[in-house]
């Protein structure tokens, strides 16, 4: 691509660093930008700024916050004495979105993967141990991908917290609801039929 | 979506008022920004306020320039007899990465488009007919899009231009390099019969 203006290729280029966006699509945006008035892009940029230099860590569960603890752990209607443990704060806009739970979260920040470095060390583990104990927690939910590193990070987790009263559970897995038999991969496939629930009827 | 975080929540709605960015997308994007260090997020949101604030309209050809005259328009070397007229920047850098082209541009920003109610006035063609009397240029290339829009803007340049003794120009229509006929569609495959050009052997 050749550009005539250095201040176009740089922007261009600050597009093009983030993640999915190719020069071609970074061209586009930017002469969008050019299109709309110069307020446009302040007003896109402030909220950037903004947000990335005011969001904080929550200090209980570790979820993008906008003060020093998160609007979850400060609702008073949720249980604080389930907890959910998942490994980023998308997976808690996504069980949100669900509408089906209500009680409080804990953001891990991954899982182990010795493959990329990933020890024990590096996920808010202590974190939870501590708030599983002072709390009194009587579940721990695992929300975590159904993934080898997944399966570990549950594991090693269980072995964390065998000391403390909470019980441990995951999420289900089994067969999409929707889906067709014969499209499910073996494993989930498998898995369902020794995991198979007894058949309760709604009416019952 | 179920924001727990009004920063987040905003800086979301910013990427995704782009065009081209759905909100899953710009959630990623958003959680991107906030992996990386505070830093990333200061030199992208600069290369985009410093782009927008700083750019001019090149007060010859109207490219998007750092200075009051495009680097174009700037070039001793480049042929100031030859103007090639042009929709868009885009089509400038389209023709410059072809690394066919040797003269001037001259950018319309837009074509006579009754319907969306763009008429001649909001165009840039007041300056290109004053640069053609002006620098007795000597031809006027037209790279402008082969549509009914296209093709009323070109009629309507050609009348406007009649008094000078430029030669008018457009690029060649037919069918594409590598192309198979069979895929051609009808009106460019009829026009390509009508325009044919003599054969000439390369080694001739």
Do not use: W
């Not at 999420?171 to 038999?181: D, W, Y």
């Amino acid at each position: 691509m050749n550009f005539s203006s250095k201040l176009i290729e740089e922007a261009v280029n600050a597009f093009a660093s983030l993640p999915g966006i190719g020069r071609k699509s970074a061209l586009r945006l930017v002469l969008h930008l050019m299109q709309q008035d110069q307020d446009f892009t302040e007003t896109f940029t402030e909220a950037l700024r903004n947000m990335r230099k005011h969001i904080k860590d929550c200090k209980v569960c570790h979820n993008l916050s906008d003060n020093e603890v998160c609007n979850i752990c400060l609702d008073p209607r949720r249980d604080e004495k389930v907890i959910c443990v998942v490994e980023n704060i998308r997976d808690i806009m996504a069980i949100e979105d669900t509408g089906q739970y209500r009680g409080r979260y804990h953001v891990l920040g991954g899982v182990i993967n010795p493959i990329e470095g990933i020890g024990p060390g590096d996920l808010h583990i202590d974190t939870l141990i501590r708030r599983v104990s002072q709390n009194d927690v009587k579940e721990i939910i695992m929300a975590i991908s159904p993934t080898i590193e997944g399966d570990t990070t549950i594991f090693y987790l269980s072995k964390q917290l065998k000391e403390t009263s909470a019980k441990i559970s995951t999420i289900a897995r089994g067969v999409s609801f929707g889906g067709e038999l014969e499209y499910a991969d073996e494993l989930t496939l498998g898995r369902s039929i020794v995991a198979r629930t007894p058949y309760r009827n709604a009416s019952e």
